[in-house]
């Protein structure tokens, strides 16, 4: 009899901390796929993040660097230019990317360090409890948006990859989808060639990954999926931005 | 008079800043301080405050957009703990000599690293020389108090300082007490209207603020932040006699428990003076003389009155919630001892306590009463610099 599932080796035999139906378990599944494809559990370093991420040294089989809110594109350079030859990555929400951790996320960008980030975007600060984040859609209800994002009084959501794909340092940068499995496989492929990229010393590779929340969207993980495909991607179109050799 | 309310901490500070009705709160959510901008931006947006909520993306952009809202002449305030206060440090500098008197809800949390959500007092205790007031409160109805008092003390002509209300994470901010709520009017009519003397934009002449002084007069500014820092002493003890006559509520730069015929005492800050109160109760009801004080006013150091208030004490313990890492004491220790330095010769002792969120419950703190009363029975010290309740 032939095998058709196992847990990838890279993903620790442990029980998750998210919620039910959270993506964050499916994007950590999609990593050690690639890391047990790619033959690099052994050789890889992982950022951790501040976010429902922070417990992300639990899961991965890889040697773990756990980072301040926001500041894991510059630990993970730290960490990159001391051991070039190894594999560096990053695995962080919107708050901790797109919020506090802007100008790093730029800057490591800018500079095309050869680091690989995978960027969750759930358009929402998870783990302090369900706060507008900048990613968060006009209209979304959210604890510090009652009555939904008001972008006159708020602002617009920010476009990561879009913004990121102007910088002449980035040799490739996706927005993918967890919603379905076509998408998910998808995600999957992406997250593959952006780790490639890195073997192959090409530069910085970020993944944005549209993700749910369900827990803080106050939906079903059903209705969350149907919400991510009916309201994020409208907002947040999938495809590759920067694909450079 | 006002009405009684079961609320958290949180809560509490929430509806008294919705009661002050500030100009501009900027925020960005950090746990266990998250539910009082959070529950501040219900209220903007149930259009029950005039405020510019502002939830920004960092705590280095909330301090940086309270300091640009307080120089154009805004009543400012916001909330942070542990790691948003230590990204907030650079502004905090600035926020003090600057003059602005923002005020600030400082819940406090453990500093990363390692990282920890729960309570120790080593986030504030990191910003004590950053030219802020600190008050620190025991439960939910002093966090309430010192917040609306914060705003007087602050806008003080002679202060014009930022303040800090810092109180426990989770243990104050979050559990639920029934408290005490001032009228709204009252309050109102008690922190004013804010009147800054310089501001941008202001119709009296041009201003510039925050300009870089170089050698020449930085050392006169410093000085003049000095000196407001001890003003601030006295304005507060004003303020507080003000808020005593306005609610029945009496607050000094300590709380002095038992302390009249005390022979040992234990000094300490926020909370855990709840939990050392039981003890000290129960030690008094077997004749021990036992006493305990709890600093309300951490800046400006009350040394004086502290000098006064264990001078001839046979022995004092001080429990700091946060290391020194200095190789001699926490910072309440080494404040304690240095202003009895020459004034009086009373044995202290240090136990540092309670570190991430580690429980102290009243056996610990009968620990820390014994020791005390072996000092005093034998004159003798076996150790100054010790750990409450450690795996070791
Ligand atoms: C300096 C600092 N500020 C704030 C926080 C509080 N904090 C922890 S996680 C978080 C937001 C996380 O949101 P996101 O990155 O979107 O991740 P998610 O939890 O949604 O996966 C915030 C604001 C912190 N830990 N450090
Ligand atoms: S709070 Fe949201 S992001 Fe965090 S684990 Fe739960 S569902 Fe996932």
Known sequence: MSKLYERPKSLCDVPMHYCPGCTHGIAHRLIAEVMDELGIEGETVGVAPVGCAVFAYDYFECDMQE???GRAPAVATGIKRVIPDRIVFTYQGDGDLAAIGTAETVHAAARGENITVIFINNAIYGMTGGQMAPTSLPGQFTQTSPYGRDVKKQGYPVRISEMLSTLDGPSY???????SVPNINNAKKAIKKAFQKQIDKKGFSLVEVLSTCPTNWGLSPVESMKWLKDNMIPYYPLGVFKDVD | MGKRDRLSGNEAVAVAMRQINPDVVAAFP???S?????????????????????????EHSAMSACIGAEAAGARTMTATSANGLAYMWEMLYIAASSRLPIVLAAVNRALSGPINIHNDHSDTMGARDSGWVQLYGETNQEAYDNFIMAVKIAEHPDVCLPVMDCYDGFITSHSVEVIELLDDQDVKNFVGEYKPKAYLNNPNGKVSMGPLDMPAYYFEHKRQQAEAMKNAKRVILEVSEEFYKLTGRKYGLFEEYKMEDAEVAIVLLNSTAGTAKAVVDELRSKGVKAGLIKIRVFRPFPVDEIVAALKGLKAVAVMDKADGFNGAGGPLFTDITSALYGKAD?????????????DVRTDDIEVVYDELLKIAETGSVKSVYNYLGIKE
């Open chain 1, 173 to 179: 940068i996706e927005r993918v989808s967890l919603d």
């Open chain 2, 346 to 358: 009373v044995k202290v002792i240090n136990y540092i306590y309670g570190l991430g969120g580690r």
């Open chain 2, 34 to 58: 998250t539910e009082v901008p959070q529950y501040f931006a219900a209220f903007a947006n149930d259009g029950l405050v005039d405020t510019e909520f502002v939830p920004v993306e960092s």
């Open chain 2, 30 to 32: 950090i746990t266990p």
């Open chain 1, 67 to 69: 980072a301040a809110h």
